[in-house]
């Protein structure tokens, strides 16, 4: 929460971003998630067929880290944005993943 009200720019997440952030919510704030979303204050990106077949492609290369659902969906959001940074608690996954195999990501720590 501290990360989140300093924070000043843009957030663009998945949907499953929003799932697992409603789901450490209080229950009373995640109707705020959803209106700013409904508001477009967050930049919610679908997946669609492509992304899951790159999702899974991805899902096979780091199987032996039992990567996240959500994890994969912003590999390929980077991949398919050039956005680079991310805010983030899995310092130890996104300092391994790579966006088309070769670039890092830039980690906000949110922890």
Request: glycine share 6%; aromatic share 10%.
């Amino acid at each position: 929460m501290r990360w989140l009200q300093s924070f000043r720019g843009e957030l663009h997440p998945v949907e499953p971003v929003l799932t697992e952030a409603a789901f450490f919510l209080p229950v009373r704030l995640r109707t705020l998630l959803a209106d700013l979303a409904r508001q477009g204050a967050i930049h919610v990106h679908a997946l669609d067929t492509a992304a899951h077949g790159r999702m899974a492609e991805l899902l096979r290369k780091f199987a032996d880290r039992n990567p996240d659902w959500a994890d994969m969906a912003l590999v390929w959001l980077a991949e398919n944005t050039g956005c680079n940074r991310i805010a983030t608690l899995d310092v130890n996954d996104f300092s391994v993943y790579r966006i088309q195999g070769r670039k890092r990501f830039e980690m906000a720590l949110l922890g």
